[in-house]
């Protein structure tokens, strides 16, 4: 395994670990500062919003940079957001600690995506961008009892100093072990063609949104992580309500799916570089079944563990696919690859919000469930067309919108 590629995964887990540490700390946060609890949520929320600004706004001012350059730069921003975080002060700028980090967290992915597929043989691509993703996917099963502990023991500021010397790691890996020219070079073709070199200015950039395929892409990946989200966040609910687990249980409980997010990126990642689009489908499939399967066995102990560990397989294992998908079609810019991870939080927003909805009808907390099961389903159709569109008519990528 390469080298970078570690680099990457390590940068990966880094980022993961700001992102999720931070629910385990929030008593503590609010404490030290005396904020109230909605206050102190505002350090979760405004980290989200600003992963969905800063991915794009920061991919598109740096679209002519090297991009392993781009990617030293963004591990640097993160290392000072969590230094920040680290030595807050006050409230605000702990907040603004939290949305320097941020920033750099959809770049990063979108970016490092394509500088991971660079650095194995094409027929590895979507392995490569699996590996990286494992980092984000391990520290989804550590963060919150990484932080809960270390905070517990040395206070919620020493979590924010493990996570800015996973930081200063991350950094000096990337910039010893990451090519220089890394993620600069063709992509490989997906039609049988060479694909043009890939775009750096940021017109360039733009203009690959012109195409049928990148949208489809997007707008599958948005509803993938809508439907599996959709569930996931009233899943403590469905859990304690439905299932009859104790509030202790659920810690364990979020770790099966933790889990389940580690095989589910690993497994997703071979069986895209197999046959991709096929893979794509299967697994946008599976998930739909298993959140149809999970609204009507919820009241089963036995039936809820397993069916939380797919969730997460199914739920991210399209994921390295998806990535390696829109940056394909949109022939390897790398804004398409960071409106990739905007889109999934985009996602995460609507499923959110459209089970809520259906909790507040009165529908119970089985209905997140089905409700994701739909967009998922919805996903799966959306997938399906692309797919069919791209066997059909080789030149669908490249297909103008207008």
């Known amino acids: 395994m390469p080298g970078g590629l570690i680099a990457l995964a390590l940068g990966g887990f880094g980022i993961g670990l700001t992102e999720f540490l931070i629910a385990g700390l929030l008593p503590q946060v609010a404490s030290s500062f005396s904020v109230s609890e909605a206050a102190a949520g505002w350090l979760i929320s405004g980290y989200a919003l600003s992963v969905a600004v800063g991915a794009i706004a920061l991919t598109a001012a740096t679209a002519r940079l090297p991009r392993k350059q781009v990617l030293v730069g963004l591990v640097a921003l993160f290392v000072v957001g969590n230094l920040l975080s680290a030595v807050a002060p006050s409230y605000q700028v702990m907040l603004l600690g939290r949305i320097v980090a941020a920033l750099c967290h959809g770049s990063f992915f979108g970016i ?188 089963s102990a036995t039936a809820s563990v397993v069916l939380v560990f797919l969730l997460g397989l199914f739920g991210f294992a399209s994921v390295p696919g998806m990535i390696t998908r829109v940056t394909d079609v949109a022939h390897g810019a790398a804004l398409a690859a960071s409106a990739n991870v905007s889109a999934s939080n985009v996602g995460n927003a609507l499923g959110a919000w459209l089970g809520g909805l259906a909790i507040t009808a009165g529908l119970g907390y089985t209905a997140p469930l089905y409700v994701g099961a739909g967009i998922a389903l919805t996903s799966a159709i959306v997938m399906a067309v692309a797919a069919h569109q791209a066997a059909g008519s080789p030149t669908q990528q490249t297909d103008s919108c207008t």
């Open 112 to 299: 490092g995506s394509l500088v991971a597929r660079s650095l194995v043989a094409p027929e590895k691509k979507s392995h490569a961008v699996a590996i990286m993703f494992a980092g984000l996917t391990v520290a989804n099963v550590l963060g919150v009892p990484f932080g809960a502990l270390v905070g517990e023991r040395w206070g919620w500021r020493a979590a924010f100093w493990a996570v800015t010397g996973i930081g200063v790691l991350a950094l000096a890996g990337i910039v010893a072990l990451v090519p220089g020219r890394a993620g600069q070079t063709r992509p490989p073709a997906v039609t049988g063609r060479s694909d043009p070199i890939p775009p750096s200015g940021l017109r360039a950039q733009f203009r690959a949104f012109r195409s049928w395929q990148v949208w489809l892409t997007l707008t599958a990946t948005a509803l993938s992580y809508g439907g599996m989200f959709g569930a996931f966040s009233y899943i403590a609910y469905t859990f304690t309500e439905v299932g009859g687990f104790s509030p202790a249980d659920v810690a364990w409980l979020l770790m099966v799916y933790g889990v389940g997010l580690v095989v589910g990126n690993l497994v997703g990642g071979r069986a895209a570089d197999r046959d991709r689009d096929r893979a794509l489908v299967l697994a946008l499939l599976g998930l739909t079944i298993t959140l149809a399967l999970f609204g009507l066995l919820a009241a």
